[in-house]
């Protein structure tokens, strides 16, 4: 993918803080890393993730990766 190619993936994260009644500082302090970068992720602005951030958000917020985050199609392109 060329370098100022958008993405397509749809992150979802503050939706699932709004479910949880939990603030970004809290998840932040939970998972071990620090505001900016769960700010990033969670308005869409991430170039990537590692598996253990991925999985450590996973089990503080008691979901799945598929409820994190979801690839959104172009239209036609189904």
Known sequence: ?????????????????AEREMTLTELADRVGVTIVNLSILKNGKAKA????????????LRCQPGDLLTYESRPGHE
């Open 1 to 17: 993918m060329p370098p100022d190619a958008e993405h397509r993936i749809r992150v979802h994260l503050d939706h699932l803080l």
């Open 49 to 60: 993730i590692r598996f253990s951030t991925l999985s450590a958000i996973c089990r503080e």
